[in-house]
């Protein structure tokens, strides 16, 4: 390849903005990476991190051969081998294993490194092989699923605004998320929003940048959300400004949530949620008289005991006020469902029905059943809960740890076997954005790194190595996109291959729900039979989170401990890129001066923060961004590049939210102390 072009593509990171870039390549070097200024979303941007990607793909630390473990599990010493013998020896032990204990001896532990289609976890890549094994089923559920189970008991669906009509807002509440941080692109929006007049507001635990920039900023408990949400509806009704007809025509339920409601006054939801009672009135008396009100909340909001109720009574919040009459009304967690990609992982491949394995609850799983794990884009040992007994679990000398990967992260130390794993730059993928409404294509610019082989083809190889027949393990990657796009209409292959991005099937500006409901009676439902019959309560409410229950009357542990999303690494990827943990400054803990004085902490000291579960090592920032009882530790450090070898995840507790097993990340106890 000689000369300059410009290629094509997509971030694949866990993040909603999934922004179209545009990498130029000279002589067949990848030598600039920019957001793609055509794209209506992207605008020319990207974040401080993906900045730093096409460095991040040539650093020094990159795995770029097979590697087979030669120390002491967790020791990190590996030797270098080939191809032939990396799939011959797993080929052999997978044989074995299906053998000797059966297919669902095997976890393909797959997590959110990259959120392609035919790369990642969008397309369950590698299930199609998994499946014809026998292997168990993985429930990815550690992002967002409780909140997604709970609209759909309200809505039928996760989706809702398009998060482009922001701009037509007059109201814009920034619920439990960080803009600026996770997800930044919307802020074009918001900013447009406000140059016609809007009202800003962040609710959150921590005053953030965005909070910083909101125009009014309301510093809720953690885990009180769906009674902030009561509150406000309570003030709603006092004012007379309920939408009638909306309630009467659009949704079911209404008498029983109203009765909900007025169970919560602004003086009771005060005391809940450490609000001035004065500040909930006053905005829900906006709320009551500003049309349209748009809500943003992601996925933060709903990482507690409660979260899954906490985002079903937010999103009864329009059904009241009559939002989703409107362009900019509404609410926003994810567009997912709209991408109607037809993903295909062929479970009728199954030889018979296997269990399922849940992704947050790895320690407990991780038992003397599973005989092989399969890591692929994920990091659990840095980014899941209870990381010790995870640590400990994944030390069996019995157990084949196979993992995919890029870099040498802490899960990479516990692997038998190592494979180099492509990045984004290096093969083709599809996307759908979960933060707006377009379909993405990522051309590779370079050929791959070392001997680093794609998702797809490493297991292409690995079918044939075994001697598989199945055909379908053998699809190319421009096949699987031909039938992923199948289910999209008016969208084709070659089309996005020389576009690079095109809208999905909705109107512009796009409004929710304007033919109806999809839940099962085509309403906004404030009551849900379904959640009754799977023994939640029939009316959305508020369900407190663990630490809400239990804040104040534990004196061993009485600090509610956060994990909130770093401006410098995104989940773990780039917590080895130099350049980004200088900015981060080390891992840190935020506590309020009225915690940190009893303690003797002094800014910039290292503190062990602990609970019963584990402990973590950080340096204290003495800071009014949290209130008075809650600590903030952002999330994103690898364990053995941080002090004590250990990050946050070694104190959140393995326990379930209310809905779809949801991860508590936002919701454990702890205490501190200094070093």
């Known amino acids: 390849m000689t000369g300059e072009l410009r290629v094509l593509g997509a971030c694949p990171l866990d993040c909603p903005d999934t922004c179209s870039w545009e990498v130029t390549v000279k002589d067949g070097e990848a030598v600039g990476l920019r957001g793609n200024k055509d794209h209506p979303y992207t605008r020319g941007a990207l974040c401080v991190k993906v900045n730093r990607y096409l460095e991040h793909t040539r650093a020094a630390d990159r795995i770029l051969h097979p590697l087979k473990r030669v120390g002491p599990k967790g020791s990190g010493r590996f030797e270098r081998i080939s191809w032939d013998e990396a799939l011959s020896t797993i080929s052999d032990r997978l044989t074995e294993i299906v053998r000797e204990h059966g297919g669902e001896a095997i976890w393909p532990y797959q997590g959110t490194g990259t959120l392609g289609y035919i790369q990642g976890e969008s397309g369950e890549a590698g299930r199609r092989f998994w499946n014809a ?4 089923r993985h429930d990815l559920n550690i992002c967002s699923r409780a909140g ?85 509806l309570h003030v709603v009704l006092e004012e007379g400004a309920e939408d009638r007809d909306y309630l009467e025509n659009h949704t079911h339920g209404w008498d029983e949530f109203k009765a909900e409601i ?7 939801v005060a005391g809940i949620t450490g609000l001035p009672e004065a500040d909930i009135r006053a905005l829900g008396v906006r709320l009551a008289h500003t049309r349209p009100t748009g809500i943003r909340a992601t996925m933060g909001i709903q990482r507690h005991e409660g979260g899954g109720s906490a985002m079903r009574t937010i999103a009864c919040i329009p059904g009241v006020t009559g939002d989703w009459r409107h362009p900019g009304g509404g609410v926003a967690y994810s567009t997912s469902a709209y991408a109607t990609l037809a993903v295909n992982a ?59 990967e890029q870099f040498p992260t802490d899960t990479v130390d516990y692997a038998d076997i190592v494979l180099p794993a492509t990045m984004q730059t290096e093969h083709i993928d599809l996307h759908a954005g979960y933060g707006h409404m377009y379909l993405m294509w990522n051309e590779p610019a370079v050929e791959p790194a070392g001997e680093s082989l794609s998702t797809t083809e490493t297991f292409r ?202 991860a508590v990340y936002h919701d454990n106890l702890v205490e501190i102390a200094a070093i």
């Open 133 to 136: 094994l026998g292997a168990s």
């Open 148 to 232: 997604n189970d709970g609209l759909r008991y309200t809505n039928g669906t996760p989706g809702g605004m398009d998060p482009e009509t922001f701009a037509l807002s007059r109201l814009i509440l920034l619920w439990g998320t960080n803009t600026l941080t996770s997800g930044h692109h919307l802020w074009k929006f918001i900013q447009d929003a406000r140059a016609a007049g809007a009202h800003v507001v962040a609710i959150d635990p921590i005053r953030t940048r965005t909070a910083d920039q909101a125009d009014e900023y309301l510093p809720i408990r953690p885990g009180t959300d769906a009674a902030l949400a009561l509150g406000l």
């Open 262 to 268: 007025l169970k919560y006054p602004p003086s009771r």
């Open 346 to 404: 062929r479970y009728d491949l199954l030889p018979k029905p296997v269990r399922t394995l849940t992704m947050t609850r790895l320690a407990d799983g991780l038992d003397e059943s599973v005989k092989c794990l399969w890591v692929y884009a994920a990091n659990p040992l840095g980014s899941t809960s209870d990381q010790n007994r995870i640590r400990e679990a994944m030390s069996r000398e019995d157990l084949f740890t196979v993992v995919m």
């Open 461 to 662: 190889r690995l079918a044939r190595q075994m001697g598989m027949t199945e055909p379908s393990l053998y699809d190319s990657d421009l096949e699987l996109a031909e039938q992923l796009l199948a289910g999209t209409p008016g969208i084709t292959l070659d089309r996005l291959r020389k576009e690079g991005w095109a809208r999905l099937d909705a109107p512009d500006p796009f409004v929710p729900f304007t033919d109806g409901f999809p839940t099962p009676s085509g309403r906004l439902e404030f009551v849900s039979e379904r959640a009754e019959a799977a023994g939640l309560p029939r009316v959305a409410g508020y369900v407190p989170s663990f630490t809400a229950r239990t804040a104040g009357a534990s004196r061993e542990y009485p600090l509610t401990m956060i994990t909130p999303a770093s401006h410098t690494f995104l989940n773990t990827t780039f917590g080895n890129n130099p350049e980004l943990l200088r900015r981060s400054k080390g891992p840190k803990v935020l506590v309020n001066a009225a915690d940190a004085a009893p303690r003797g902490l002094a800014d910039g000291q290292l503190a062990r923060v602990f609970n019963g579960n584990g402990e973590f090592r950080a340096y204290v920032e003495i800071s009014d961004r949290v209130r008075p009882g809650v600590v903030a530790a952002p999330k994103g450090h690898w364990p053995k590049l941080s002090p004590g070898g250990a990050n946050p995840n070694a104190a959140v507790e393995e326990r379930d939210a209310d809905m779809g097993k949801g």
